[in-house]
């Protein structure tokens, strides 16, 4: 049955005068697809994104910051992002008294971990690395 389906599709696809309807029945939408996705970025960039966390908490992100990662966050939670490295850090969050984050994007493990355990206490880089003249 699939392999039906497959070679009637296949068929169609090949041919070019279907090809032609196809196309142009659904440019439109597509076109219409691309705009509406323009002007959620621009909300996302005006008023920034909350994202509701799975412990209950909520997670804001301001305006101008991060807008790729908000949506995606906005659209697919905590999964849309890197989903296997959230997933164990957030198994590592409940299990540590320490996190470090060195990474150098947007600081989210950083932010993940503050909202994920709100007992964390937190350093300022400064204060645990200072560097001293030789």
């Not at 659904?26 to 996302?44: D, F, H, N, S, W």
């Not at 984050?101 to 993940?112: K, R």
């Amino acid at each position: 049955m699939v392999g039906a389906v497959r070679r009637v599709l296949k068929r169609w696809r090949e041919n070019y005068y279907l090809s032609l309807l196809l196309t142009m029945t659904t440019r439109p939408l597509y076109l219409g697809c691309r705009q509406l996705a323009a002007q959620i970025e621009m909300k996302v960039r005006r008023n920034g994104a909350t994202i509701r966390l799975p412990n209950g908490r909520t997670m804001r992100i301001a305006k101008n910051s991060g807008i790729a990662l908000a949506s995606t966050l906005f659209w697919h939670g905590l999964e849309g992002f890197e989903r296997e490295t959230s997933q164990t850090l957030r198994f590592f969050f409940t299990r540590s008294a320490t996190f470090i984050d060195v990474g150098a994007n947007y600081g989210f493990y950083s932010m993940l971990a503050a909202f994920w355990i709100p007992t964390y206490r937190w350093w300022p880089l400064s204060r645990c690395c200072r560097s001293t003249k030789v």
